[in-house]
Nanobody, 115 residues
Framework: QVQVVESGGGLVRAGESLTLSCVAS????????MAWHRQVPTKQREWVAVISRDGNTDYTDSVKGRFTNSRDNSKNTVYLQMNALQPEDTAVYYCLAVLSSKMYWGQGTQVTVSS
């Protein structure tokens, strides 16, 4: 059974940094794309960043230049380095892993940025 587990969330002040991690385990298939989404109450889940297996990345406009996605294929792990965090980045951050054309979500990790 595939499991996707995020970690690294927390409470920081505006301008500070956090690094989120996401590990996909439980499958003999290699993870292809991995993506980050975020959600705040009363709003739809929003796509934040994606990284392909060979390291190509893309970001939503609001985080470009501040967030950096990287991955370690040997560990089926992706990292989201978040710099210059702002209160509007406050959300639950979810990791999505694609394995063998199927998508698996993690349970999410809370990021709270105080002003």
């Amino acid at each position: 059974q595939v499991q996707v587990v995020e970690s690294g969330g927390g409470l920081v002040r505006a301008g500070e940094s956090l690094t989120l991690s996401c590990v996909a385990s439980g499958s003999t298939f290699s993870v292809s794309a991995m993506a980050w989404h975020r959600q705040v109450p009363t709003k739809q889940r929003e796509w934040v960043a994606v990284i392909s297996r060979d390291g190509n990345t893309d970001y939503t406009d609001s985080v470009k230049g501040r967030f950096t996605n990287s991955r370690d294929n040997s560990k089926n792990t992706v990292y989201l380095q978040m710099n210059a965090l702002q209160p509007e980045d406050t959300a639950v951050y979810y990791c999505l892993a694609v394995l063998s054309s199927k998508m698996y979500w993690g349970q999410g990790t809370q990021v709270t940025v105080s002003s």
